[in-house]
């Protein structure tokens, strides 16, 4: 049995989940997922590694799913809610799911693609407790969760973890900030990336803490939970700060005091995913007297980096490496360069590296150096501490603390008709991190965005769809014919 459930017995009726205004205690995950892996099993000893994709919104069944996958011997493979259908379709098709698990509500747009892929299609409102198999012995050195993320390829790639990944992933958080079985924190990050999946859900689970979660974000919502007194801890992306401060500031005087006294009663509150402005740290401290501790992840990784819990939060900065990481930092030759004060490129060493990209051995072989992996993030070690710069790639965009890739985007335009050529990039913006941006160069004389737009979003989730479009007569470009982006982004009004 993986340690994370085998934990779960020690805190029987405690709360474990609180979804939907009902509680859950670790007592009924652990038969409420018994009982799930059983009906999945049907009959089989073990799945062996097979693909479970699920698409559930946060709730007790997301998380009743995902322990019931890995105890019947699966890989877990999340889906985004807001995704439209050929991205869920790619991941479908990706992961070569056997068995697809959805609520009711998806039960219409993806039963054609199950029967077309012959995946066994499983409606959660038709799983029953009535019967318990025998659940196999789950070695921690099996792959356990794939997570699609964008990266330098045009289709987002799976990164499998295996239980001790996620393992040590989740016991290097919680001995860094100190997670206790007192703990309380709010879920509003979307389950299909680690930050919501890991640094949230796992590490309050496996501390025996409650994790109780908002189906969507909502400025008003989290601010009523967070100064409600009854949390300890909260963890979001910069965006998220960036729009609670933006709440604060419309609120009445009396509220504002409410909203700021409340909120101070947090032990902890967390940034990351994307670079934490200092404007948003400041006015943050100011109205809630908190200095957020920022830290830096990737998919790949876990977390690798973290500012103190209780000494240095150095704004811009994120901090040291988390216990049991190692982090070098390297010029482009791969030599260690920390001590020069030069930028270099983060690479990362340790058991919480990722097993591998899903069939994709190339890739894989090619993210590591010298036994390293390369993140792609550029960084300075600047007295004592590290802080990023930026990435070596500008075909990857941060927006809200998703991950996009540009050339994902410039796929899909360049199928649009009236488009004969495109070049996506992100450009900087203050709410999110950065937003997407479009250079087109039409075939025909003119295109109406509002129609562009919805055609995108049979597509595309919102999150990537460009929010600024210019339209050029041609492209700038090298002498070796590539679109210069740096200089793209200066025909963008900033
Ligand atoms: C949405 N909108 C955007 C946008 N996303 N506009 C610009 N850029 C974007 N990226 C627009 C929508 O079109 C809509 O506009 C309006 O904003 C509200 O949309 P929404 O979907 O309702 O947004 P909201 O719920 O407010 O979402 C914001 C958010 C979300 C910040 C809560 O983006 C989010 O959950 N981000 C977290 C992602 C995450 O977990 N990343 C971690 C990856 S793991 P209109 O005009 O239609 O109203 C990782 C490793 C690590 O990075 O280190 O953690
Ligand atoms: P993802 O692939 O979605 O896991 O995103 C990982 C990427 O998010 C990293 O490679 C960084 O580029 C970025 N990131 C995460 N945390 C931070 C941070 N604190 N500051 C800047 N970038 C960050």
Not at 281 to 297: A, F, M, N, Q, V
Not at 315 to 335: A, C, E, K, S
Not at 344 to 356: A, D, L, R, T, Y
Not at 463 to 470: A, H, L, M, Q
């Amino acid at each position: 049995m993986i340690e994370l459930v085998k934990k779960a017995f020690n805190y029987s009726k405690r709360t474990a989940i609180i979804s939907n205004q009902s509680e859950h205690t670790f007592d009924q995950l652990l038969s409420k997922s018994e009982s799930i892996a059983s009906c999945i099993l049907d009959g089989q000893e073990d799945l062996l590694g097979g693909r479970v994709v699920f698409l559930i919104p946060p709730s007790f069944k997301y998380v009743a799913i995902q322990w019931a996958i890995w105890r019947a011997g699966g890989i877990a493979v999340p889906l985004c809610t807001l995704h439209p259908l050929p991205s869920l379709k790619y991941v479908i098709e990706d992961s070569e799911a056997s068995i697809l698990i959805v609520t009711k509500a998806y039960k219409e747009s993806l039963e054609p693609l199950s029967k077309q892929l012959n995946i066994r299609l499983i409606l959660v409102e038709d799983l029953t407790d009535s019967y318990l198999a025998e659940l196999p012995n789950i070695s921690m050195e099996r792959r356990a969760m794939i997570l699609y993320t964008s990266g330098t390829t045009s289709k987002p790639k799976g990164v499998v973890t295996t239980h001790k990944n996620i393992q040590f992933q989740i016991e290097s958080l919680v001995k860094a900030w100190k997670w206790e079985s007192n703990d309380r924190i709010l879920n509003i990050l979307p389950l299909h990336h680690i930050h919501g999946i890991i640094n949230v859900l796992c590490c309050a689970l496996w501390a025996g803490a409650s994790c109780e979660f908002l189906p969507k974000f909502d400025s008003k919502k989290v601010w009523d939970k967070i100064s409600s007194g009854q949390l300890t801890l909260f963890m979001a992306v910069p965006t998220i700060y960036f729009k609670l401060i933006d709440f604060w500031e419309s609120s009445s005087k009396k509220q504002k005091t409410t909203l700021s006294e409340g909120v101070k009663k947090l032990r902890l509150m967390v940034s990351g995913s994307a670079a934490l402005p200092i404007s948003v740290l400041e006015k943050w401290k100011d109205i809630t007297s908190h200095i957020l501790l920022e830290r830096y992840g990737m998919t790949e990784i876990g977390m690798a980096l973290s500012n103190s819990y209780k000494g240095e939060r150095r704004p811009g900065h994120v901090g040291l490496p988390l216990p049991g990481v190692q982090i070098r930092l390297v010029d482009t030759f791969g030599n260690d360069i920390r001590n020069t004060g030069n930028p270099g490129e983060i690479q990362i060493k340790g058991p919480n590296v990722f097993k591998e990209y899903w069939k994709k051995p190339k890739a894989t072989i090619d993210s590591y150096q010298d036994g390293w992996f390369k993140s792609g993030d550029i960084a300075v070690f600047n007295k004592g501490m590290y802080k990023i710069l930026g990435r070596d790639s500008v075909d990857i965009i941060k927006s809200g603390g998703y991950k996009i890739s540009a050339l994902e985007i410039e796929d899909v335009l360049c199928r649009h008709s009236k488009i004969k050529e495109c070049a996506v990039i992100g450009i900087p913006d203050k709410e999110w991190g950065e937003v997407v941006a479009a250079s087109l160069i039409l075939s025909e004389k003119n295109i109406d965005f509002i129609d562009l737009k919805l055609w995108l979003k049979e597509f595309l989730p919102s999150y990537k769809i460009p929010r600024k479009f210019i339209i050029q007569e041609e492209l700038p470009r090298n002498t070796l014919g590539k679109v210069t982006k740096n200089v793209l982004k200066n025909s963008f009004e900033l």
